[in-house]
C-alpha cells in the first residue's frame, strides 16, 4: 500500500515572499508519478504539477516547483512570489496500486494561507 | 483542455431512499473513472475505480452493494448511494483518466442525506 505524509496541516506566508509545503511519501513501485493539487473553497480539484520519478529533473510550471528526493521519497512544492489566489488547501498525491489500479492517494493536505 | 462534468453539485436526500451521481466526460474519452469520498477538511479516500463496460473495482472496506458504479460508455460514469443514511453524507468527487490527459476532476458533489 502507498502512503502520503503532509506533516503541516496549516502553512502561512506574506504576500510575494516563498513558501514550502513538505510532502513525504512511500511506494513498493520502482516506477510512479506524484502530483500536487489545489483545491479552493470551490472544492474544484486544481493539478498544480506533476512529476515521474524516473525523472531526475525537477518538474517546474511558472511559480511553482518541486523539490524531488527520490532517495528520501520525498516530494515538496515551492511557491514563488505566493498570490493571493494561491491561497487554498493544497493535497500531495501518488499514483495508486491497491485494489483497483491508478487512482490516486492522498495525503491529508496543506491549508496555505496568504497575509496581504 | 480536458473538462469532466460532474451533477448534481449539491442534493439532499431522505434516508432510506437512493441517489445518483453523475460524473462525464465532455472532451475526451475516458478510459477510467474514479470516485473518491471527502470528509469535512479531510483529504480524499480512493473509493472505486471503473473502466468502460466492466464491473468497478472497490477499495478495501467500501461496501459495493451500497455504492454502485455503472460505466456505460467512454463518456460517462454514475455512483448511485443506495438506500442512503445520514452517515452517507459527505462530498464525493468523479475524476477521469483519457489516453492522453492525466486525471481531471469533476466540481464534486455534496451529498446530505436527512
Known amino acids: 500500500a502507498q502512503t502520503v505524509t503532509q506533516s503541516q496541516p496549516e502553512m502561512s506566508v506574506q504576500e510575494a515572499e516563498t513558501v514550502t509545503l513538505s510532502c513525504t511519501y512511500d511506494?513498493?513501485?520502482?516506477?510512479?508519478?506524484l502530483f500536487w493539487y489545489k483545491q479552493p473553497p470551490s472544492r474544484q480539484m486544481i493539478l498544480v504539477i506533476r512529476?515521474?520519478?524516473?525523472?531526475?529533473q525537477n518538474a517546474t510550471e511558472n511559480r511553482f516547483s518541486v523539490n524531488f528526493q527520490k532517495a528520501a521519497k520525498s516530494f515538496s512544492l515551492k511557491i514563488s512570489d505566493s498570490q493571493l489566489g494561491d491561497a487554498a488547501m493544497y493535497f500531495c498525491?501518488?499514483?495508486?496500486?491497491?485494489?483497483?489500479?491508478?487512482?490516486?492517494?492522498f495525503g491529508k493536505g496543506t491549508h496555505l494561507i496568504i497575509q496581504p | 483542455g480536458a473538462v469532466v462534468s460532474q451533477h448534481p453539485s449539491r442534493v439532499i436526500c431522505k434516508s432510506g431512499t437512493s441517489v445518483k451521481i453523475e460524473c462525464r466526460s465532455l472532451?475526451?474519452?475516458?478510459?477510467?473513472m474514479f470516485w473518491y469520498r471527502q470528509f469535512p477538511k479531510k483529504s480524499l479516500m480512493l473509493m472505486a475505480t471503473?473502466?468502460?463496460?466492466?464491473?468497478?473495482?472497490?477499495e478495501q472496506g467500501v461496501e459495493k452493494d451500497k455504492f454502485l458504479i455503472n460505466h456505460a460508455s467512454l463518456t460517462l460514469s454514475t455512483l448511485t448511494v443506495t438506500s442512503a443514511h445520514p452517515e452517507d453524507s459527505s462530498f464525493y468527487i468523479c475524476?477521469?483518466?483519457?489516453?492522453?490527459?492525466?486525471?481531471?476532476f469533476g466540481s464534486g458533489t455534496r451529498l446530505t442525506v436527512v
Open positions: 471503473s473502466n468502460e463496460g466492466s464491473k468497478a473495482t472497490y
Open positions: 511506494t513498493s513501485e520502482s516506477d510512479y508519478y
Open positions: 472532451d475526451f474519452q475516458a478510459t477510467t
Open positions: 475524476s477521469a483518466k483519457g489516453l492522453w490527459y492525466g486525471y481531471t
Open positions: 498525491a501518488t499514483r495508486h496500486s491497491g485494489g483497483g489500479a491508478d487512482g490516486l492517494t
Open positions: 512529476q515521474e520519478a524516473y525523472k531526475q
